[in-house]
């Protein structure tokens, strides 16, 4: 789900008009409606927080594209990697922030870090040293 997409249906929930959004995080009506209908993404990494804390849901949802990649990272990782998986997405989103990517170009370098954080982390489990019982 795009970020204009779940920051409607969040919106919605809530019962907040664009306008009352907008006004609550210090900006126009038409800015926030631009992130809404038009794909664009807050330039300043607070905005994320501020969405966030109006709209009740965590930034991290609000900063990636793809949950999934997060929670199959806590699933085979657990609470670290699904923390790593997090920062990993949100340090993206932001890198990607009023920049001039395509949106298929975005997804596609999105699409490869993550499955380069997995064949890492599956590197790093081969050659982690094994702990045995009484260490």
Known sequence: ??????????????GLTQEQVAQAIGISSRAYGSYEQSGKY????????????????????LMSEDEEFIS?????????????????VA????????????????DAVMAALQRAYFDCKLDNKKYARKKHPGE
């Open 72 to 88: 199959e990272a806590a699933s085979q990782y657990g609470s670290r990697g699904k923390q790593q998986a997090e920062r990993l």
């Open 1 to 14: 789900m795009k970020f204009g997409e779940k920051l409607k249906i969040l919106r919605r929930k809530k």
């Open 42 to 61: 807050p330039r300043i990494r607070e905005r994320y927080t501020k969405l966030a804390e109006v709209l009740d849901c965590e930034p991290a949802y």
């Open 91 to 106: 340090e993206l989103s932001g890198m990607f922030a009023g920049g001039d990517l395509s949106e298929h170009d975005k």
